[in-house]
Every structure is written in C-alpha cells, then in structure tokens.
C-alpha cells in the first residue's frame, strides 16, 4: 500500500540518486521540456526493475488519450510474471480533466497501489498543470506521487555532457566553442544530441571549431534573429534580409519571427543602456538570466553600434507592428516584416 513520503517534488538530482541506489518510489509524474533526460531515465528504471526477457508481460506503455482509471487500475494491479516488479509508463494523462467519478477512483488507486508496481505518469505533448480547485486530487497528488521536472542543465552541467558526447565521437571541444555551439543551438540536450553527430562526421580535426558547428549546425530561431539583427546594427541589410528571406522560406510564422525581433531589440535596448551605465556582460548575463555570458559579449559588441535613441526607437516600432500583425485581417505580414527591417536598417 502506498504510503505518504517526504520526497515530494523530488529534483533531477535526487531522482539519479533513487535510481542509482535501487530506491524508487512507486508513482511519479515526469514533466519538463529536456526530453533527452527524461527518456534516458525511463530507460534506466526500466533496466533496473524489468528482467531482460521479460518486458512482454511486465512493462506497459500506455497512451493517456481516453485512458480510464479502471483500465488503469487493472493494469497496475496485474501481478508480475518471473520478476518482481511491473512498470507502467502513461503519456499525456490530463489527469485535471478527468470527471468526477474517475477523479474519484484516481484517488482511490493512488492511496491503495501495489508496491510492486511503479507508475510514471509522462507528459510530453502535454503540459503538466495542476487545477488548484481540485483539492482531493492535489492532496493524493501531494501524499503519493513524485514530481520530477526535467528542465534545461545549467552551463556547466552541459559542458560537461558535451565533453563527453564529443569524446564518444572522437573529437574535443573547448569551453568557448561549447558557447558558440549553446548560443546556435539551444540548450535542450535532445536538440543537441544529432547536431553534436553531424559536427562529429564533419570535423576534420581533433579540436572542434565554430567554424566545424557554422558550417552543419542548424541554428534556432533566436540565434538566427540575433544574426539578422546584429547585422542591421552592423549596416549590412543585405545579410538582415537574407536571414528574414531563409526563414520565410522555411515557412517560420512572421508573428514569430517578429517576437524574437523584438525580444532581441528589448536585449539590445538592455546592452545599450548597461554601456551607459558603466555595466559589464556579467550585469548583463544576470539581467537576462543567461547560461553563459557568451550572449551577452555579442549583444554589448552590438550594442556599441547603435544610440539610445535608436534602440528606443526600434523597441517601439516593433511593438506597433506586433499589435497590428495580431489585429489587422488580410495583412501582408511578410511584406511588412521586410519594411520594418527596411525602417530599421535606414534608422541606424
């Protein structure tokens, strides 16, 4: 019978612990946005409480989508065959938009569950969120199950992974070039992991260099943005609206291009003013909690380019066009994203 714990909302950290050390707890909700890091979890539970063979009759993947609590219940009550434990893992259970009755027998599973059994409740498509008038629920939620977020690794975690990642290929990266590779691509180890797989096959040297990552490396959004607009701040239009050109290409939705401009112009806007004030990149890094202050290098070279005033401008420009791309039927988005880097271009 599950009992109440005094893990609740246990971390990353302490879930690696409990696994290390053969300790699980017998329900859990998986949540967060580092896929990477929740999977290779799942595999590792699975390897440790499933006999190699076995997965047949004791692991069970279950899809969330109209999944009724007495289903399962009768699978998480079903006994182990040749093993002593069973895993369940559910995906995408809105657990909050269950009805009443099915809330109820919810309730009644979490309080009454075999302590053979492990549960994993993992959200992936879905978001996690907790219904705060639902209080019978929150207060099973609270008693029995372990929440684990899987959120996005600080700076030097991630360093050290990527260190790894390249040894296993071959290659080395130093901390610099492991910026640039952060700053192009993100910071989700599941983006990472085929990035880190084409600059392994392309590498022509033991040491990775930022060329080896420009030259195979897919960038996000943001970091495409920040080209876009510190070539603008550079006076080189041509290359602003080639990256605006690759983008619409690539059929990016203009209203989200134009948020990340203007994210980037609010960033910049920021960098101007800490030149103003004597600030540092670390002033900077803090302010917009950075992982690195790599970013914040760029934007204050940036910001050296342009005056308070036309950052002010931009910020607001930005704003209205925003407002209007929102509001306004049958616009021209695409033209009209092609003006405003025009405006911003001729401004500076």
């Avoid at 246990?10 to 050390?21: H, P, Q, Y």
């Amino acid at each position: 019978m599950a009992t109440k714990k005094a893990t609740k909302g246990a971390g990353f950290s302490e879930l690696r612990n409990a696994i290390k050390n053969g300790e699980l707890e017998n329900i859990y909700i998986f949540q967060g946005e580092e896929s990477y890091l929740r999977q290779r979890c799942l595999e590792e539970i699975k390897e440790l409480l499933i006999p190699a063979g076995f997965e047949e009759f004791n692991f069970h993947r279950l899809s969330g989508k109209g999944l009724s609590v007495q289903t399962l219940a009768e699978t998480v009550e079903a006994m182990p065959m040749m093993a002593q434990h069973t895993m369940v893992v559910v995906s995408d259970m809105d657990l909050f938009k269950l009805e009443e009755s099915q809330r109820s027998a919810l309730i009644d599973l979490l309080s009454d569950f075999p302590d053979y059994c492990t549960l994993i409740f993992v959200y992936d498509q879905l978001p996690y969120k907790r219904d705060g008038k639902m209080k019978k629920l929150i207060g099973a939620l609270d008693s029995y199950v372990t929440e684990v977020e899987f959120a996005q690794q600080e700076r030097e975690q991630l360093l050290r992974w990527l260190k790894r990642r390249f040894a296993a290929v071959g290659h080395d990266i130093d901390a610099a070039t492991a910026d640039h590779l952060l700053f192009t691509c993100g910071t989700l180890m599941t983006d990472l992991v085929s990035e880190i797989e084409k600059i392994g096959a392309y590498a022509k040297e033991t040491n990775v260099t930022v060329a080896d990552i420009n030259a195979v490396c897919e960038p996000i959004l943001d970091a495409r943005v920040f080209d876009m607009t510190n070539a603008i701040t550079a006076g080189k239009f041509d290359d602003a609206a080639h990256v605006l050109g690759e983008l619409l290409r690539m059929q990016v939705d203009p209203i989200a291009i134009l948020a990340a401009i203007g994210k980037e112009l609010r960033r910049l806007y920021t960098a101007r003013m800490a030149l103003d004030a004597g600030k540092d990149r670390f002033w900077l890094k803090s302010l917009w909690n950075m992982s690195s202050d790599y970013p914040a290098k760029l934007l204050l070279q940036a910001a050296k380019r342009v005056d308070h005033d036309w950052c002010a401008a931009a910020v607001k420009r930005c704003q209205i066009l925003d407002r209007r791309m929102k509001s306004e039927k049958n616009m021209d988005s695409e033209q009209e994203l092609k003006l405003f880097l025009m405006e911003l271009a001729s401004g500076k």
